[in-house]
């Protein structure tokens, strides 16, 4: 398939400048992309298509197409998590949620990550391979036709770091808001990251609206160096100044994830230095007591600290929410899923 193109990666555009390209009508552009989004999953089904044409397509490009290789649903049915197969046999990990007349879906961005964070089962093994713009896309699609429900939300907070395949992830966002298309609109969609920060300038610069959130899980660098290698790389305060861009580029509040890790970084000290980093700006905590992983000895704080620790920052006026982790009865959470499967 090397030299072949995915369809699934042009916007409805891009999908017209294609058949120009292969001595098409621009229109035959605008046919074949509503066949792929009313689902079509090879050129046959494509009814008002020439044979010729189908013929053409087959020999120059694939749709692109992943398939449902697992499904795991949580007791309360609000839950699902989704193993897809890649058409190379690489397995990846996706999650729906269904609550309160949203549907969210948190997509994978790369098959394993390499910027091993010490609490995350999706880095254990290392990068494999970037996801092209079109097997992001292709996770949605194919839980909205397994489900019969459309997708309102998205979040990229699966495994990998989005800011680490920043061009496809770039694409994604493109395709995934194209109006014939999926039409997700970009507030409705949040990119988490580590902190790159170049590529957090790069992404205000393109000035689309989406959620920004960034993984801090500590006030301090020393503390961040230990549990996530990218401190080396970048400081608390470059991502900070790079925040502010974002919010001033493009006028959205910014979220920060905090992973509450018993007797790391959950105390009092932390949620003061915490609260006074964060003074002053457009933004909100999200408390997430850590998942625990089996091969990772890192554990949950007691109900009692998590709570006193939101009141800490919200007494200094930060936003502040404890997210309690859904669906961790199916291994709902970060990565972990995939590796026993595998
Ligand atoms: N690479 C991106 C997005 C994927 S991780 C990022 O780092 O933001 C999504 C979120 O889950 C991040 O905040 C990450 O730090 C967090 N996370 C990873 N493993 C976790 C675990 N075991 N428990 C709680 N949160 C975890």
Known sequence: MENKKALKNFTEAEMK???KEIGEKAFRGTQVYSWIYKGAKTFDDMKNIPKSLREKLEEVSYIGN?????????KDGKTKKYLFLLNDENIIETVMMDYDSRVTVCVSNQVGCRMG?????????GLVRNLEPWEILDQIMKIQEDTGKRVSNLVLM???????????????????NDENGLNIGYRHITLSTCGIVPKIYELADLEI???LAISLHSPYDDKRKEIMPVANKYS???????????????????????????GVNDGKKEAEALASLLKGMLCHVNLIPINEV??????KPDKAFIYKFRDYLEERNIPATVRISMGSDISGACGQLRRKHK
């Open 117 to 125: 964070c010490r609490f995350c089962a999706s880095t254990m093994d």
């Open 294 to 299: 089996d091969e990772r000895d890192f554990k």
């Open 209 to 211: 609206p989406i959620n």
């Open 158 to 176: 699966g495994s990998g770091e989005p800011l680490d395949n920043y061009d496809n992830t770039k694409q994604f966002l493109k395709i995934v």
């Open 17 to 19: 400048e294609f058949m």
């Open 66 to 74: 992943i398939d449902i290789e697992l499904k795991l649903e949580s």
């Open 236 to 262: 608390i305060k470059e991502i900070l100044d790079a925040c502010r861009y974002y919010i001033k580029k493009t006028n959205r509040r910014v979220t920060f994830e905090y992973s509450l890790i018993k």
